[in-house]
């Protein structure tokens, strides 16, 4: 079995965490981290100029990024309200230097708030959204950068987005070289019929993310998390996983075993 390389969220931790953080990844063999901006800066002014000095900590720990997230958090922007569309261009070609910066070829894109099509006939928002990525796609392509869309249950507010058949219809609909889907679990934990999405979809998933409150996919793994990590692990074209599981009280120790854990269930 080809050993995964595994990635985790800065959702996981404060920004005063960090060099914690760095050691137990490094002791743990974590390749990296998932990288939220505006979990680690308090703002987006300055952001390249504070992720150049950032990314020189990372690269000195040997600590790599594996995807961008986050990227419309605290941004007032809704892909369709036809004003914004010229700044959230202008947010995309930022969030494109970002991976430069920080050598990475991913963004994840959830973001429920950017996406609500609030009182648009749902055809409608389906052609918006399809035609407004197309054209994203270009800028995407020139920079080798992949954009990974995501499902969110409804349960966490999400008015768009959250069955992947109607992600598989956009990303289809939009046939674009880099627009791909961001398999996230916590729509498999929602809904009974995903995990046969989940292989019928591998050729358009571009990352995978292993979402669950507090550790528990690894701590106290159910049968049916086994039966997703058991299917993952087989999947020879799948070489890296990330997590993103929010763990706001860090408890050191515990933080430390969870990621024994984790590498103990995917490359063992």
């Given at each position: 079995?080809?050993?995964?390389?595994?990635?985790?969220?800065?959702?996981?931790?404060?920004?005063?965490?960090?060099?914690?953080?760095?050691?137990?990844?490094?002791?743990?063999?974590?390749?990296?981290?998932?990288?939220?901006?505006?979990?680690?800066?308090?703002?987006?002014?300055?952001?390249?100029?504070?992720?150049?000095?950032?990314?020189?900590?990372?690269?000195?720990k040997g600590i790599m990024v594996n995807a961008l997230q986050g990227i419309f958090f605290?941004?007032?922007?809704?892909?369709?309200?036809?004003?914004?569309?010229?700044?959230?261009?202008?947010?995309?070609?930022?969030?494109?230097?970002?991976?430069?910066?920080?050598?990475?070829?991913?963004?994840?894109?959830?973001?429920?708030?950017?996406?609500?099509?609030?009182?648009?006939?749902?055809?409608?928002?389906?052609?918006?959204?399809?035609?407004?990525?197309?054209?994203?796609?270009?800028?995407?392509?020139?920079?080798?950068?992949?954009?990974?869309?995501?499902?969110?249950?409804?349960?966490y507010g999400e008015k768009y987005i959250y069955h992947?058949?109607?992600?598989?219809?956009?990303?289809?609909?939009?046939?674009?070289?880099?627009?791909?889907?961001?398999?996230?679990?916590?729509?498999?934990?929602?809904?009974?019929?995903?995990?046969?999405?989940?292989?019928?979809?591998?050729?358009?998933?571009?990352?995978?993310?292993?979402?669950?409150?507090?550790?528990?996919?690894?701590?106290?793994?159910?049968?049916?998390?086994?039966?997703?990590?058991?299917?993952?692990?087989?999947?020879?074209?799948?070489?890296?996983?990330?997590?993103?599981?929010?763990?706001?009280?860090?408890?050191?120790?515990?933080?430390?075993?969870?990621?024994?854990?984790?590498?103990?269930?995917?490359?063992?």
């Amino acid at each position: 079995m080809i050993k995964k390389q595994i990635f985790i969220s800065n959702l996981c931790w404060k920004k005063k965490n960090l060099n914690f953080v760095i050691d137990i990844l490094k002791k743990e063999k974590i390749s990296g981290i998932d990288f939220a901006p505006l979990n680690h800066f308090t703002s987006w002014k300055n952001i390249l100029k504070k992720s150049k000095n950032l990314s020189g900590i990372f690269k000195k720990k040997g600590i790599m990024v594996n995807a961008l997230q986050g990227i419309f958090f605290k941004k007032d922007l809704n892909l369709f309200r036809a004003k914004d569309k010229k700044k959230i261009t202008l947010h995309f070609k930022t969030i494109v230097k970002l991976c430069k910066i920080f050598k990475t070829n991913k963004i994840i894109l959830g973001s429920s708030n950017f996406r609500n099509p609030k009182d648009l006939n749902f055809n409608k928002a389906n052609y918006y959204f399809i035609i407004y990525f197309k054209y994203l796609n270009k800028l995407l392509k020139r920079n080798k950068i992949y954009l990974c869309i995501e499902t969110i249950p409804k349960k966490y507010g999400e008015k768009y987005i959250y069955h992947i058949n109607h992600l598989k219809y956009l990303v289809s609909k939009i046939k674009a070289s880099n627009i791909k889907i961001n398999f996230d679990t916590s729509i498999y934990h929602s809904k009974k019929l995903e995990m046969q999405k989940f292989s019928e979809n591998l050729k358009n998933i571009k990352n995978i993310q292993i979402s669950q409150p507090n550790f528990n996919y690894f701590d106290i793994p159910t049968k049916k998390n086994l039966k997703f990590l058991k299917i993952l692990k087989k999947q020879k074209n799948i070489k890296k996983i990330s997590l993103e599981i929010i763990d706001n009280r860090l408890n050191k120790s515990k933080f430390s075993k969870s990621l024994s854990n984790l590498r103990i269930n995917i490359n063992n």
